[in-house]
């Protein structure tokens, strides 16, 4: 059993019904035997298989058993020749009217079964579409539908037709109507040819050594199919100079072993150019008599009714056409191909090489890899004269598919442009007829056309059991797989079914010790298309157990036995282990902020979750999986900028609960956590949070995140130290769940609030040393730790330990390019240079940081960085400075309570001079005070008092103040500080 494409072939006599109310059963039963039989003999010389009789009905399938990738171009032949036949056939009765059919062809995906008692099954759609079309065909008319259209199109005339209306089926049906043959193949030369120059070198230099040393020689040309092999020796051939007499000799995939269509092409067309060949014909019997057996064997009959001319006399007769030709002038053999030759024409093809030494005869012969290893003198040939056929590079595969889309009718094929030039570069492996299909196809670049799925499906279906067996469990693995995790799914793995599939370049090894990939993705989607669904599910299911990528073949164990069983209760069971495992991995990519891996993995998780609870899921301690997966999704969409996104997500989770949400309280403190962040009042009342805690005591995430929200409010109140309770409640939390996500959240945003809290910095330092042991493999949060390090070592007076923290840092945020990381440096360097008396600088480093967030659209801190930088200007341009920090007080409003307070304490200190009157300000910066218990900004507030008060000339006011700047600064050790304000006492 295997699901594969295939191609159906329904036919049947026009009027049979008219004629069984008017002839006799008998001579109606004679008809129905000779319809029968040559039926039957077309489709099986064509390479199918009648699947059954009904009636006057036939059904035949192509690509059964073994598929070709021109199946679809040997069911119409075989329909022609049906359609011929039967007219030839005699009518029973009366009439006078020739006998015709009317068929239906269709190509598409079916479960093709086998079994003792009922044969060859072919189980599918495309079986009702053939039918359908079969019907709605009108006599002596053939159609197609839009695959087979596809598959067959190089070598058909195909109408299309307005779509039809098919009994049972819900949309109208594209169909094609078949004209006849084509003229010619679709001309391959018709697209360009890009990156075989060398290529192009190593045939033209054969061919002038064979002119110039008047000697044969043989060059072969190896590849996969699709590499461009024959349109790469066509456009060689034809830049040969000076031209020689050049023939080409194709083997037909669908013909049996010992066809000698190849042999007669080369042959006549000897005949036909070389004039000592023509001449020779009509001066020797023999020869005249063994090319006229040769024909007749191609047309699969002969006149005379003796043996004929045995293999002796036709190879007696080739070499010397050939030899006759060569007497002329060089001449070029090319044998195309070859992969299709039976023993007999390949071991010919190397006798008349040999035959030719002495003559100007270049032999050039085509073939995918697979001949070489079947004929010796194949095996003996140099190496420089064996030429392999590789892939194309990224960039040829690119500058091919934009020539192709440019070329391309299709508006739409043009619409998509270099987006479709992307994917079609990423999946086709290089291969160029590949390419060429694909942008054809007008299918998405990720699909597989139909032509391609056909080519690789008659490619695998030559290989070796083993081989083939190997290629569907590594496809079931991925594109990449080991050959342990083959043996995982108890298929044995022998040596001779690597070898094979490496040497017929499907798979080789990848940089990985052991490891192995598909050489092109089609071939690894085709080989996993052939599996039937049950063991698609098997497998999937088994890697998953197994621990490799749970989550991709969980997901995929969870949708296949969705599409076979809907309704086994196995489905909840594996639904929720397979959104467990993608939610780990999603989480584990969030960590890594690989956001479009997180959002995409979160999203699947967040799917199965919603799913598995519908279907009854319990609840664990942790909240239940679909709320953890919508939290986790909503914070990788607020990292990647999407609040819109992030915020939606948890209320359409919300609102799949009970009616107040209270089921999943975790995910209303997330709403209430995105209103905070974003400045909105907030969303969800706090007493349906309490009552949503209370409702399920024991969800500790749901409590985690409720003390990280009272974190948030206190930072934004300015109360640093209930800030940092709320963040160690939060962490305790998250510790117990053992939800390393959370804590690394949690531990970097306590080492950026203990900044600004009453923590004494030597403790402070103490906790960063830990973080950066924690963090040092994953320098992106390292970079604030090392920030926060910085800056506590310049407020203990450590100038150069600071430099030496911001110079780790700078060179992470240079290597990684962390825009907002260097916002953090910058703040720290701001800091380092004002107390060590380089104000300039600190006022660069003050203002780009504010550049860099004002870009952000991060407008309180930026602000606030504004109004560090004035207060740095101030020493070199006070009137300036006092201008700056005028104009930023009047958007006050915009301010946080940092920003506020600095920028109203530097307002007092620099209006020196000013009336010796009670100041409305110092009221406002008293409130605002008692506000914060930042130390630091409390003490610098403190200190621009006191330069106020020492401008003004009221020592008193301005030791008081200096005083108790002092003593908010060494509330944390910061005695670098200290230092600039004892002056004022």
């Known amino acids: 059993m295997s699901r ?119 189980v599918g759609d495309v079986v009702n579409v053939a039918a359908r079309l079969q019907s709605a065909a009108a006599a002596g008319e053939i159609l197609v539908n839009d695959v087979a259209g596809d598959l067959a199109a190089a070598h058909w005339t195909l109408q299309p037709l307005t779509p039809l209306p098919l009994k049972g089926k819900a949309e109208p049906v594209t169909a094609l109507r078949v004209i006849g043959p084509a003229a010619t193949g679709r001309a391959a030369d018709s697209s360009p040819m890009v990156d075989r120059e060398a290529e192009r070198g190593r045939l033209i230099a054969a061919y002038r050594s064979v002119q110039c040393d008047r000697r044969g020689r043989t060059v072969v040309v190896l590849g996969p199919p699709g590499i461009g092999k024959s349109r790469l020796v066509r456009a060689a051939v034809g830049e040969f100079r000076p031209q020689p007499v050049a023939v080409v000799g194709a083997c037909p995939s669908y013909a049996p072993p010992e066809n000698a269509v190849a042999l007669t092409e080369v042959l006549d067309a000897l005949t036909g150019r070389a004039g000592p060949a023509r001449d020779l014909v009509r001066a020797d019997a023999r020869i005249a008599a063994a090319l006229a057996a040769l024909r007749g064997a191609g047309r699969g009959a002969r006149d005379d009714p003796g043996p ?45 090489a040999e035959s030719v030494r002495d003559l100007p005869v270049l032999t050039i012969c085509v073939a995918r890899p697979e001949p070489a290893g079947r004929a010796a003198w194949l095996r003996a040939l140099p190496r420089c004269d064996v030429l392999d056929v590789g892939a194309l590079g990224p960039a040829d595969s690119a500058e091919l598919a934009g020539l192709l889309v440019a070329a391309a009718p299709a508006a739409e094929v043009q619409a998509h442009g270099l987006d479709l030039v992307e994917r079609v570069t990423r999946h086709s492996a290089g291969n160029p007829l590949f390419i060429r299909l694909m942008v054809e196809s007008g299918r998405p670049a990720t699909e597989v056309p139909p032509t391609i799925t056909a080519m690789v499906g008659a490619m695998i279906d030559r290989l070796p059991a083993a081989a083939r067996r190997l290629l569907g469990a590594a496809s079931v693995i991925g594109s990449t797989f080991t050959l342990d995790q083959v043996a995982a799914l108890g298929e044995p793995v022998p040596g001779e079914a690597v070898e094979t599939l490496s040497a017929g370049g499907l798979i080789r090894a990848s940089a990985r010790p052991g490891e192995f990939c598909f050489v092109q993705q089609p071939v690894h989607e085709v080989a996993y298309g052939r599996l039937d669904k049950q063991r698609r599910l098997d497998r999937h299911r088994r890697l998953a157990e197994a621990g490799l990528s749970p989550g991709f073949h969980g997901e995929a164990a969870v949708r296949l036995l969705r599409e076979l069983r809907p309704g086994d209760p196995e489905l909840v069971t594996l639904s929720r282990r397979a ?48 709320a953890v997966a919508a939290i986790r999704l909503s914070d990788a969409l607020l990292l990647a900028g999407d609040t819109r996104r992030a915020a939606t997500v948890v209320a359409d989770i919300i609102g799949n609960g009970d009616a107040d949400g209270l ?87 306590l080492c950026e609030i203990r900044q600004w809290s009453p923590t004494p910095l030597a403790e402070q330092l103490a906790g960063g040393a830990e973080l950066a042991r924690r963090f040092a493999a994953d320098r992106f949060l390292l970079v604030p730790v090392l920030a926060a390090r910085a800056r506590c070592l310049a407020l203990i007076g450590d100038e150069a330990g600071a ?24 703040q720290a360097a701001g800091l380092v240079c004002a107390l060590s008396g380089d104000h300039t600088a600190a006022e660069r480093h003050f203002r780009r940081a504010a550049g860099v967030l004002d870009r952000a659209d991060h407008g309180p801190g930026a602000l606030t960085l504004r109004v560090q930088a004035a207060r740095e200007r101030a020493g070199r341009d006070p009137a300036g400075a006092a201008a700056e920090v005028a104009a930023l007080l009047a958007r006050g409003s915009e301010m946080d309570v940092r920003g506020l307070l ?47 008060c020492a401008g003004r000339g009221d020592r008193a006011a301005a030791r008081a103040s200096a005083d108790a700047a002092i003593g908010c600064y060494a509330q944390v050790g910061a005695t670098a500080p200290m230092e600039a304000v004892t002056a004022c006492r």
């Open 4 to 122: 594969r494409l295939v191609v159906v072939l329904f036919l049947d006599l026009v009027g049979w019904t008219g004629l069984g109310e008017d002839v006799d059963p008998e001579p109606l039963q004679l008809l129905l035997e000779q319809y029968y039989e040559l039926s039957s003999a077309a489709v099986e010389e064509h390479g199918g298989t009648v699947e059954k009789f009904i009636g006057d009905a036939v059904m035949a399938v192509f690509g059964a058993d073994r598929s070709g990738e021109d199946d679809a171009v040997r069911a119409l032949r075989a329909a022609a020749r049906i359609r011929a036949e039967v007219g030839g056939l005699a009518r029973p009765g009366t009439g006078t009217q020739a006998l015709r059919i009317h068929c239906g062809v269709a190509a598409g995906e079916a479960l093709v079964t086998r079994s003792s008692r009922a044969g060859l099954r072919v």
């Open 308 to 352: 004929g001319p045995g293999v002796e006399e036709v190879s007696w007769a080739a070499r010397e056409l050939l030899t006759a030709a060569a007497s002329a002038g060089p001449v070029v053999v090319v044998w195309d191909g070859l992969q299709w030759s039976g023993p007999s024409l390949l071991r010919l093809v190397g006798e008349l």
């Open 579 to 626: 959104g467990r495992a993608l939610l780990a991995e999603g989480t584990a990519a969030l960590r890594q902020r690989d956001l479009p891996a997180a959002t995409g993995l979160l999203h699947r998780a967040l799917s199965l979750a919603v799913a598995g609870a519908d279907r009854g899921t319990d609840l664990d301690e942790a909240g239940d999986d679909a």
């Open 663 to 749: 089921d999943r309280p975790a995910c209303l403190v997330q709403q209430h956590l995105l209103a905070v962040r974003a400045g909105r009042p907030a969303a969800v009342p706090p007493d349906r949070i309490r009552r949503g805690l209370a409702a399920v005591a024991g969800d500790r995430l749901a409590r985690c995140r409720m003390a990280q929200l009272r974190m948030l409010i206190h930072l934004g109140r300015g109360r640093f130290a209930a800030a940092q309770r709320a963040a160690l409640v939060a962490l305790a939390h998250a510790r117990t769940l053992g939800d390393e996500y959370e804590q690394d959240r949690l531990l970097v945003a």
């Open 803 to 826: 430099r030496a923290a911001l110079a780790q840092a700078r060179e992470a945020v240079e290597q990684l390019q962390l825009t907002m990381g260097g916002v953090l440096i910058d």
């Open 902 to 948: 600095l920028c109203l304490s530097a307002s007092i200190r620099l209006d020196v001079g000013g009336p010796d009157l009670p100041d409305p300000r110092l009221d406002e910066v008293t409130a605002l005070l008692a506000r914060t218990d930042d130390p630091c900004l409390r003490g610098d507030v403190h200190a621009d008092l006191a330069h106020a």
